[in-house]
């Protein structure tokens, strides 16, 4: 094909926005899919991804659009995930494109995650074509929305589309946008072979599928190629693009945007952001970009039933062929047996991989409170990087401890700002920056500890501002803070799936309040209980669970042996599915209850 | 020997704290339920005369003379060595005693829950303590003579004295046998669904706290033993001899056929339940389909533990069970819940209150 008919673009949106169901009409209204074939989203494809209307892994779909100027484009739309986690992700995915569709809600306007992404998008030189959906709306604000994106983005909001992707109004319009103010792929497609892995997923039958973009050169069937991070060569089996159905093809051109399978192992070998190459005559320099990530977030797994921990492995090891961002390494718990410390970029990606792990592979889990990764200078001179709470050292041996820090971004209605600013000076924040975006918004630039916002920090954000705030972040660096363990015991054995660290200023708070939840969440016992929360030797906090008095059942129904005997059966499964510490049946719901301190009831 | 059971699912109101399956009363419905229990029990093939007859409900006492008579007349054994009704206090008038008595019933058992007039009102209870204990004297000069009073312990707004004006009552009517139930809290009553969603109807917020209802019924057993009523079930209490024979059945796992709405049946191997709700029964009964909706194959094995274990008597335990059970049985006893008197295994006064944390252990499916 040739460049100048080739338009790589992908969409802006934040959530509920509109992304999906204008992709839907872009994809309706070049034919790539009939009115019937279309279901709802159907560029999100897992279940995962529909249910929670948020796209976890890129797609790219190749459209062929004829213009109002007589000919025909070949338009690939490359979905980004949309999320703060994956900022990498979406930072890839948008190298591989050269113009950007900012969806803004009509009624809503722009977001912080929306900004930052609009921001990654100009860093990355992209075309940015405003768009204002949902303009069918009665609350519809379009005029507003124009300022807003010319306040605060610094485009000209004035030449913004007004399209309702609902009702199809506006939709060719974009699609003539796409056509005239993307710029036609640069690259050389006489250079050495270069282009950009933006996403990879595992196939059991294929091996790793890789989403490319062919900057220079050209890709084709049975070619040796080459991955500049790490060297290793392949042989390309497979190519093709997907409309949205996969599309086998002989060869990828410069500009074009297709996917890729030369019996890779695992997604490892093929990481996003990785340059593919001729291995014979491979180009000189790497496309920009590179990076290993590293799991910011880390919480235990484990299997409720021990004897599922070999399961868990297999499930573990099958996901991280798809998902090299996420790490596992075992680890074990005098609480909960043998499991798994993982590393994740952040809580969604926890969420996401705690529900497939349910979903797709049946396993019952408990995961314990997230935390993130110190880094401890110990009085010895030893620097220790430490992931979770069972390996933090004697207070006794500590020189400092230093925390992760994040500077997050957050913008809101000003009516709500007195809540947000107290939220973010709970959670230890530093403000950097205080700005007026206009028409009654604001956007607050603070530096918190990544340690604060892992635990419920976004779900509080959403109810002080009633939904209306947004937030982004990014990695800031460590900085030094006076962390503490704290540490729980059960009727005298210290249950470690429970310990927490936590800073000294709120270590007597929490483990108050964290007593208070186990007393509520831990089940009488046939013998009195008694709660404990320690910082070293030093309780700072303690109660007792009484001692069940009764547990019986008192009619005998006519003879309902049947209904007794279920009764106690299912007393018997409640039982079975907590964890015995000593003496002590734990649910998991206790476990959990770590996750919610800190947090408001 | 075995027992029969009748069913009689209709009352004057449900009270908050009730999970049987028994809803309000309703002429046309009775009439019909009436016709289908008929059938149910005309077809019935027995292969044994009964013993025993337990009328329960819903409340039997409201059933019409006639109708009660016209079943009654349908069963084979009578009379019947113990045939119980179940009444509510409120309903019985001399006039249905003498019906009853005459139908063969020797014994009844007034549903009373308690005879503190606060408690009373507030479970949407009608009687009061003065009509209770009149109506225990009719039934006896009808020459009812066996008399059972229930009482529940945890009613919303019961309190120590209230509780101790129940017993009261009790010492001073006498009768032969009393049940104390302690509040059952489960999704098939109003007041249990209340409690477990923390709401406030019902005066759920008024239920008094666990160790207040076990209080009550340790009071009650101390109570009980002195004026000769001694335990001899977890919530059952008699003067020697004035057990109840038909109940002793299902724990001693011996056969009863029950019939009608939401009665159970056991032929030494089989479990089986009717149709839970009176309006289901009748239509099964209409559309000839039969009245047993679940069928489950009995396991004496285990059952013997959790229904045999419920008796002050205990059960005998075999070297078998014994062996196959020693780690639960010899932890039981050190934590002074179980008891083995020679060949015997009984719950201590601790093990009843914690008894299905003892029950549980002996289910092995």
């Known amino acids: 094909m040739d460049p100048a008919r080739i338009r790589n673009f992908s969409i802006i949106a934040h959530i509920d926005h509109g992304k999906s169901t204008l992709a839907d009409r872009l994809l309706e209204i070049t034919g790539a899919l009939s009115q019937r074939e279309m279901t709802d989203q159907v560029l999100d494809s897992m279940d995962l991804e529909r249910e929670r209307g948020i796209t976890i892994k890129a797609h790219a779909v190749r459209l062929v659009y004829a213009a109002e100027d007589g000919n025909a484009y070949q338009l690939n739309l490359i979905d980004t995930p949309g999320h703060v986690d994956f900022t990498y992700e979406v930072a890839r995915s948008l190298q591989a494109c050269e113009s950007a569709l900012l969806v803004v809600d009509a009624t809503q306007g722009v977001e912080a995650q929306t900004l930052a992404n609009t921001y990654l998008a100009l860093h990355h030189n992209l075309e940015i074509i405003p768009v204002i959906n949902k303009i069918d709306l009665p609350a519809a604000e379009p005029d507003r929305i124009r300022e807003q994106i010319h306040d605060v983005i610094g485009l000209d909001g004035a030449g913004a589309l007004l399209v309702s992707a609902k009702q199809g109004a506006g939709v060719r319009d974009v699609l003539e946008a796409i056509v005239h103010l993307t710029p036609p792929p640069r690259g050389n497609p006489d250079a050495p072979l270069r282009a950009l892995i933006f996403d990879s997923w595992y196939d059991p039958y294929r091996g790793v599928i890789t989403l490319l973009r062919v900057v220079d050169g050209s890709v084709r069937l049975g070619q040796r190629i080459r991955l500049m991070s790490h060297g290793k060569s392949y042989e390309v089996e497979g190519l093709g693009f997907q409309s949205p159905k996969p599309v086998p093809c002989d060869q990828l051109d410069a500009g074009e945007v297709g996917f890729m399978f030369a019996n890779i192992k695992t997604v490892s070998d093929a990481r996003i952001g990785d340059t593919v190459t001729d291995d014979a005559i491979p180009a000189e320099e790497a496309l920009p970009g590179f990076e290993e990530i590293k799991p910011m977030v880390f919480a235990g797994l484990y299997p409720v039933e021990s004897h599922a921990h070999g399961e868990l492995r297999d499930a573990l090891e099958k996901l991280r062929l798809n998902d090299s961002a996420f790490s596992f390494e075992p680890e074990s718990s005098v609480a909960l047996g043998f499991g798994f410390r993982c590393g994740f970029l952040g809580l969604l990606h926890l969420e996401i991989v705690q529900e497939r792990l349910e979903r797709e592979f049946d396993l019952d889990l408990i995961t314990t409170a997230p935390g993130v990764r110190y880094r401890i200078l110990r009085r010895n001179g030893d620097v220790l990087e430490i992931d979770s709470p069972a390996k933090f050292p004697n207070p006794a041996e500590i020189e400092t401890v230093e925390e992760p820090i994040i500077e997050a971004s957050v913008i809101s209605r000003e009516e709500y700002l007195g809540e947000i600013l107290k939220l973010l000076e709970e959670k230890r924040g530093v403000q950097k920056k205080f700005e007026y975006l206009g028409a009654g918004r604001v956007m607050l630039t603070y530096e918190l500890p990544l340690n604060e916002i892992v635990l419920d920090f976004y779900d509080r954000l959403k109810t002080v501002s009633r939904g209306y705030a947004s937030l982004d972040y990014h990695f800031a660096g460590y900085r030094a803070s006076p962390m503490v363990k704290l540490d729980v015991l059960v009727a005298g054995d210290q249950v470690d799936a429970l310990s927490l660290i936590v800073h000294r200023d709120h270590a007597y708070d929490r483990g108050k309040e964290l007593i208070a939840r186990l007393r509520k969440l831990i089940p009488r016992q046939m013998f009195e209980v008694a709660l404990q929360a320690a910082i070293g030797n030093k309780v700072i906090a303690r109660d007792n669970i009484p001692a069940m008095r009764k547990n019986v059942l008192a009619k005998c129904y006519g003879g309902d042996i049947t209904r007794k005997r279920k009764l106690l059966e299912k007393q018997k499964e409640g039982k079975r599915r907590m964890k015995r510490v000593g003496r002590v049946d734990i649910p998991q719901e206790a476990f959990l209850s770590v996750l919610k301190v800190g947090a408001e009831e | ?365």
């Not at chain 2, 679940?294 to 002050?312: D, H, I, N, Q, Y």
């Not at chain 2, 008197?341 to 008894?355: A, M």
Request: net charge negative.
């Open chain 2, 1 to 365: 020997m075995a027992g029969v059971y009748i069913s009689y699912p209709f009352c004057a109101q449900k009270c908050t704290y009730c999970n049987f399956g028994s809803g309000l009363a309703s002429t046309v419905l009775e009439a019909a339920y009436e016709a289908a229990l008929r059938g149910e029990i005309r077809n019935h093939q027995w292969s044994w005369r009964p013993e025993t007859l337990y009328l329960g409900g819903g409340s039997p006492s409201r059933w019409q003379g006639e109708g009660l008579a016209a079943a009654l007349s349908e069963l084979p054994g009578a009379p019947w060595r113990e045939a119980t009704i179940e009444a509510a206090p409120g309903e019985i008038t001399r006039e249905k005693a003498r019906g009853w008595r005459t139908a063969g019933i020797n014994r009844a058992s007034l549903g009373v829950q308690s005879f503190n007039q606060r408690e009373i009102a507030r479970t949407g209870r009608k009687h009061t303590a003065a009509m209770a204990a009149e109506q225990v004297m009719l039934l006896r000069e009808e020459g009812i003579r066996r008399i059972n009073i229930d009482l529940i312990a945890g009613l919303p707004g019961q309190t120590a004295p209230g509780w101790n004006e129940s017993l009261d009552w009790i010492e001073k009517l006498a009768p032969g046998h009393a049940s104390i139930y302690m509040l059952e809290v489960d999704e098939d009553s109003r007041l249990g669904r209340e409690l477990l969603s923390g709401g406030a109807r019902y005066g759920a917020l008024d239920v008094p706290p666990e160790t207040a209802i076990v209080d009550f019924y340790e009071t009650a057993v101390e109570r009980l033993e002195r004026i000769g009523l001694r335990r001899y079930e977890i919530s059952n209490f008699a003067r020697p001899g004035e057990e109840s024979l038909h109940n002793l059945k299902y724990w001693r796992l011996e056969p009863y056929a029950g019939f009608g709405a939401d009665a159970h049946s056991f032929d030494g191997r089989t479990r089986r339940q009717n149709a839970a709700s009176a309006a289901e029964y009748v239509e099964r009964h209409r559309s000839g389909l039969p009245f047993a909706i679940e069928e489950t194959p009995a396991c004496p094995g285990e059952e013997r533990f959790f229904v045999g274990l419920r008796l002050a008597e205990g059960i005998p335990l075999d070297p078998r069970d014994a062996r196959r059970f020693e780690g639960p049985i010899s932890r039981f006893i050190a934590a002074g819940l179980l008891e083995r008197q020679s060949n015997r295994l009984k719950l201590t006064p601790r093990g009843v209150l914690l008894s299905n944390e003892v029950f549980q252990e002996f289910l092995t499916q």
